[in-house]
């Protein structure tokens, strides 16, 4: 594992200085990477995705879990980092080094993954772009079947929030959509450098079964985006552009079994499902 010196020293040999743009805070701490790869629950034979595994400190933890078989494909925006980290893991684990394979890219533009499909996904996600990685890795890769990352603490909150939650919002009723996401712990901030001013939290997800519908993901996802829009407005408000007019979005609302007269915040992923159900059936 690397610790704060090796972490500094690649720094310096590599020209590296992290950028707030790109939320490059790197963990220091071997025992924290070591506690990621634990709660991650990776198996032997998993292929995990890494986002932003900038100089290899939890790679070489995921790696060392996946055991005899499992694989771990880093994706790294950042070149410099990118061209490193073959030769970081060659030089600490040798052994292993054959089972990462890194891709130089961003991973919100990501179309595919080459090789097996992958089956977890575990990443430090810069709070700024978390969400946004998280539910495109989702609909793209439908082979995932759980992951665990280290966001922001409020990003997290959002995630695991539920109806009713003063964070409950667009980030969980997505996530939602997924499969069940929990928290799993907190993580200070020492063990990063450069030393964030946020506090960092862990979240687990599964993958589940999206509500039993005939509304497509986008056609939920769009009512979800209209009832937050505003939170204050009812949803015979918020949904009245969505439906066309607040009558016809009243109509829908009840149609669905939704009082028109009540906010996002309230309800869960299913009832998002059938109003976007009943909005699609009226049009």
């Avoid at 539910?135 to 997290?156: D, F, I, M, N, Y």
């Avoid at 979240?203 to 079964?209: F, L, N, P, T, Y």
Wanted: glycine share 8%.
């Amino acid at each position: 594992m690397l610790g704060p010196a090796e972490v500094r020293r690649l720094i310096d040999e590599l020209g590296v200085r992290p950028t707030k743009q790109r939320g490059q805070n790197f963990v220091i701490d071997p025992n924290t990477v070591r506690r990621i790869a634990r709660l991650a629950k990776v198996g032997p034979d998993e292929v995990v995705l890494e986002v932003g595994p900038g100089l290899g400190s939890l790679t070489l933890a995921l790696l060392e879990r996946t055991g005899g078989a499992g694989r771990v494909v880093a994706v790294e925006v950042d070149r410099a980092l990118a061209d490193a980290l073959p030769d970081t893991i060659a030089s600490r684990a040798p052994a292993l080094a054959e089972r990462c394979r890194v891709l130089h890219a961003d991973a919100l533009r990501l179309t595919a993954v080459p090789g097996p499909p992958p089956t977890a996904v575990v990443a430090n996600l810069p709070y700024n772009i978390a969400v946004p990685v998280l539910l495109h890795l989702w609909a793209l890769l439908p082979s995932l079947r759980h992951g665990l990352v280290l966001v922001q603490a409020e990003v997290a909150d959002r995630l695991v929030a539920g109806p009713g939650s003063r964070t409950y919002g667009v980030p969980s009723v997505k996530a939602a959509w997924h499969g069940p996401v929990r928290s799993a712990g907190r993580v200070g901030r020492s063990v990063f450098w450069p030393v964030p001013n946020v506090d960092s939290a862990l979240v687990s997800w599964q993958r589940g079964d999206p509500p039993d519908t005939t509304a497509n993901r986008t056609q939920v996802f769009t009512v979800v985006d209209a009832a937050f829009a505003q939170r204050r407005k009812t949803l015979r408000a918020a949904l009245s552009v969505l439906a066309g007019s607040p009558t016809q979005a009243e109509s829908a609302l009840r149609s669905a079994g939704v009082s028109p007269t009540s906010r996002g915040e309230d309800l869960h992923v299913d009832d998002f499902a059938r109003i976007a159900e009943a909005l699609a059936m009226a049009g």
